[in-house]
């Protein structure tokens, strides 16, 4: 039997065999298996992987891709009513514009004399950030709202030497993974229960739970149920009694009509920018923020980059860089308080952009848009029969939960119907939360008009019926 012809690929450089066996030879080894020899036998995989044959030629690779892509189903199509951390917000065209210039989009790690402006632009979204917040300082932006948040009761844990963290069971179940893993072996998360009717953190479960070796107090205002927290102020003084921090979670599109975190005793707040420009995209783009007080306590352990503004040896010229860089690990290595690892700068770029554009006023009526379209996708809901919305009795920013125990249907069942009628429907919480039955996790902001709304909801009276 003739040995199969080895393919030489177009786009994979040195995968001519003469090449290949030349580079084998020069690190001693046989065979491309050598290199996975250190992986057990029973986590490789034993047969060929499902792919097609390879496409030699750009054209026939260009229509295989392009046939993927048809299957897409997008927002531009449907009517999008999923939100639970990734929002459908309107997208500014100015945002994608200056984001994709390239001395922003290409300008990764690089140094003040080649850096095109890049510094410069992510200390005007960190001022930008930090009027909106209140607060003094603001990280050049991590991957995620769960990164931001597990550095968070990172950072508490060692301004206090604690090892314990309480957040709230309204957590989703991604972040409450993402933060066990983040903050084990060292930090255990603990979870503290929520009222029933409306949400709102127990009160009595914090108080019999937090100790002397508690670190910090992790909650979200909006919570991912929806709810507005109307007690962080009690929530925070408790903390404050036993020597914890308070760390809030914000979505900061809601801060134009929600007070900041700090007026209600927060001294870390964190969250995602997502909102802020950014695009849904394969669940992205997504970027987190931490900002603090202007303490050295806080200061010293961010692990991300901060950009701050300096004079030069120029009179009147001022300069953009590094604040205390040698606390980082590009400055310290292993030594660091954690790796900064990749950050996202481009969508703080293009979040600071968006609050240019948007400023004062426009967060405000854009925030008093999402409040009043939620409130009246809650209400059109509700009068459907078998219907429950909210389900939660407290007020409610942009997301809201939606109960079908009446109508006999799962959620499965009604989100597979909704998609006949063109339209994504909300998030199903039955695994992340039993205990409320057969629900659902809506979300509405300011791109659904009263006639998406109004379609939404005669779809569901049509599928329910």
Request: with cysteine; hydrophobic share 35%.
């Amino acid at each position: 039997m003739s040995k199969e012809k080895p393919t030489v690929y177009s786009y994979i450089p040195n995968s001519v065999p003469k090449v290949k066996n030349q580079m084998l030879k020069a690190v001693g080894a046989k065979s491309v298996e050598d290199f996975f020899e250190d992986i057990p036998e029973k986590l490789r995989l034993k047969k060929k992987m499902n792919l097609p044959k390879p496409f030699l030629s750009e054209q026939s690779l260009r229509r295989h891709v392009e046939g993927i892509l048809s299957k897409n189903k997008t927002c531009q199509e449907y009517l999008n009513f999923l939100g639970a951390g990734c929002w459908q917000h309107y997208v500014p065209a100015v945002c994608d514009e200056v984001n994709q210039r390239g001395e922003f989009l290409t300008a990764y790690a690089v140094e003040p004399y080649d850096d095109h402006g890049r510094f410069q632009a992510l200390f005007e979204f960190a001022s930008m950030m930090g009027e909106l917040l209140n607060m003094d300082v603001v990280n050049v932006p991590t991957y995620d709202w769960l990164q931001a948040a597990a550095t968070s009761i990172r950072m508490a844990s060692r301004i206090t030497g604690r090892h314990e963290a309480y957040v709230s069971r309204t957590i989703s179940a991604d972040k409450l993974s993402k933060l066990r893993d983040y903050c084990k072996p060292e930090i255990q998360v603990k979870l503290l229960d929520y009222d029933s009717e409306t949400g709102q953190l127990d009160i009595n479960s914090l108080k019999t739970g937090i100790s002397s070796k508690t670190a910090a107090i992790y909650f979200e205002n909006p919570s991912y149920l929806g709810f507005i927290e109307a007690y962080g102020d009690e929530i925070s003084k408790i903390a404050h009694d036993h020597g914890a921090i308070c760390i809030v979670g914000i979505d900061p599109i809601s801060l134009g009509i929600l007070i900041p975190p700090i007026d209600y005793g927060a001294d870390i707040v964190c969250g995602d920018i997502q909102p802020l420009g950014m695009h849904m995209q394969f669940g992205g783009g997504h970027a987190g923020f931490i900002a603090t007080r202007d303490e050295e306590k806080y200061v010293m352990e961010y692990p991300s980059r901060l950009f701050g503004i300096a004079p030069t040896s120029v009179e009147g010229e001022y300069g953009f860089g590094d604040v205390a860089y040698e606390r980082t690990s590009f400055a310290v290595r292993e030594e660091g308080k954690e790796f900064i690892g990749t950050a996202t700068a481009l969508w703080g770029i293009t979040a600071g952009v968006y609050l240019a554009l948007i400023g004062p006023q426009g967060m405000q009526e854009i925030g008093e848009g999402i409040m009043q379209r939620s409130r009246y996708a809650m209400s059109q809901i509700s009068n459907i029969k078998g219907i429950k919305s909210p389900v939660f009795k407290s007020t409610h920013f942009k997301e809201f939960v939606v109960n079908f125990d009446g109508t006999g249907k799962t959620v499965a069942e009604i989100n597979k119907a909704l998609l006949r009628h063109k339209i994504f429907g909300g998030k199903d919480l039955t695994k992340e939360f039993p205990e409320l039955g057969n629900s659902a996790l809506y979300c509405v902001t300011e791109v659904h008009t009263k006639d998406d709304i109004d379609r939404l909801a005669n779809a569901l009276m049509e599928v329910v019926e």
